[in-house]
């Protein structure tokens, strides 16, 4: 079983704070990640979304905001309504200048239930590449 965590990197033309509205601001988050009900940044905070790969199977994403450092850190656990399996989610951001290094990091993905391919770290790995590498990007170079 694979118990490292997913680690992406990205540098954005964007300054920091800009980079960390778009992670932190629901309006601005539906453009790139999810259409979130409600946001904060602010720890104990609790949010929750449904996606899934497929209209017919979506799963509900049950979140709460564990650490927040404005302009440098945002942290939520990502767990899955009915599922066994509690992760963590985090958001780094480095100012590099008039650019922005965002690492993202997604630890636990062990403890959801490895019977089902729903949980495969593949899928999490295409999924967190294609919001990182190209909705966020697009969003954040285009706007």
């Known amino acids: 079983m694979n118990t490292e965590p997913i680690v992406l990197e990205r540098t954005f033309n964007a300054p920091i704070a800009k980079v960390w509205k778009a992670i932190t601001d629901k309006d601005e988050m539906k453009s790139w990640y999810f259409d979130l009900a409600e946001f ?3 720890v104990g905070f609790q949010f929750q979304f449904s996606a ?8 509900l994403h049950l979140c709460e905001v564990t650490e927040v450092v404005p302009e440098k850190r945002l ?11 509690n992760s963590l989610v985090t958001f780094e951001l480095f100012e590099q ?8 990091t ?3 993905l062990e ?4 019977a089902t391919n729903d949980f495969a770290r593949e899928n999490f ?10 909705s966020l990007k697009e969003y954040l170079e285009n706007k």
Request: hydrophobic share 30%; proline share 4%.
């Open 40 to 42: 904060k940044a602010e």
């Open 52 to 59: 899934g790969e497929r209209p017919e199977k979506q799963f």
């Open 75 to 85: 942290t939520y656990s990502w767990r899955y309504d009915g599922y066994e399996g």
């Open 97 to 104: 200048g008039d650019s922005t290094l965002l690492r993202l």
């Open 106 to 108: 997604h630890m636990g």
């Open 111 to 114: 403890s959801f239930p490895q």
């Open 125 to 134: 790995v295409a999924g967190w590449n294609h919001i990182i590498n190209i």
